[in-house]
């Protein structure tokens, strides 16, 4: 029987890796590097950098990843049709491992957070492909903003809401107290109503480009952007996560 290791390289920091995950590299006989696509090319070389530190020596086999079509104009659908079109890449690469031979997936941050690793995992199993699948955990860039700036993720008690910078758009969410944002590639947090909110905002965090920036919302947000759009005309991406605080 083949097997699939999914293990989370926490967020571009090596040391974001568990001793587990470490372990599961350094076990592997293949590691599938994606190259193209929606992928950057600094996100594959931190790849080749967690594998060249640890002192891995699997079979590296680079694919490029399908990208998303963005002529289909419904959301769900644009994104199963893409899950799809990968799922039959991975069993098509699952296929040619030998038999009782483990192959690695390096996911960003943890496999279990806005990452759709698994799901399309269990679409290749749909599809026959036929593996033993372990899942090692890493660091989520939800950990690495708090521990950037020394907070809890949560205040006494209260629920936590993690959402994306397209949900963010329509309004801050009712009832909430802690609002994660993820993937805002459209600076959400620029047009809410910013009374009573505080932010706790990161670019690259963990990484040496890493920027950080916090305070009320309104006295901020163009601090922010500013930064943002410097930082991404600097090295042609940017990723950013932020924690978003009713202070009343
Ligand atoms: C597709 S999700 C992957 C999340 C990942 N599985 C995790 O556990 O953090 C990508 C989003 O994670 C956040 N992110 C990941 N790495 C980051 C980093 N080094 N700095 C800031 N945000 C990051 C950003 O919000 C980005 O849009």
């Given at each position: 029987m083949r097997?699939i ?6 967020t571009?920091?090596p040391g974001?890796m568990t001793?587990d995950?470490?372990a ?6 293949v590691v599938?590097?994606p190259?193209?696509?929606e992928?950057?090319?600094?996100l594959a ?10 002192g891995?020596?699997p079979r ?6 399908p990208v998303?079509?963005?002529t ?13 079109a990968?799922?039959?890449q991975?069993?098509h690469?699952i ?5 009782g031979?483990t192959?690695a ?8 957070l806005y990452?759709?690793?698994l799901?399309?995992l ?15 955990p ?8 708090t521990a ?5 993720l949560n205040?006494v ?13 329509r309004?801050f969410?009712?009832g909430?107290d802690?609002?994660?944002v993820m993937l ?5 947090y620029a047009?809410l109503d910013?009374?009573d909110l505080?932010i706790?905002?990161a ?11 916090e305070?009320?919302?309104a006295e901020?947000?163009?601090?922010i952007?500013?930064?943002r759009d ?6 042609g991406w ?7 605080r009713?202070?009343?």
């Open positions: 097997t290791f999914v293990i989370g390289i926490g571009g920091n974001h001793a995950g470490i599961a590299l350094c076990n592997a006989d599938f590097v190259t193209k696509g992928e950057k090319a600094r070389a931190v790849r080749r950098q967690i594998i060249a530190r640890y891995a020596k590296l086999v680079e694919f490029a990843l998303r079509d963005e289909v104009t419904d959301y769900a659908e644009r994104v199963s049709d893409w899950h799809e990968i799922a039959g991975y069993r690469m296929a040619a491992m030998g038999e031979e192959g997936l390096l996911v960003w941050g943890d496999p279990g990452d759709s690793t799901r399309i269990e679409r290749v199993a749909a599809m026959g492909g036929r593996f033993t699948l372990r899942v090692l890493g660091i989520t860039a939800i950990q690495a903003l950037a700036f020394a907070i809890p205040t008690g209260n629920p936590v809401h993690i959402t994306t910078g397209r949900l963010l758009s309004g969410p009712e909430a802690s609002v994660v805002d590639g459209r600076k959400a047009a910013a009374k505080y706790y905002w670019a690259y965090v963990g990484m040496d480009e890493e920027i950080l920036i305070g009320p919302l901020t947000r163009d601090a952007t500013a930064a410097a930082a991404r005309a600097r090295h940017v990723m950013d996560i932020y924690l978003l009713k202070t009343v």
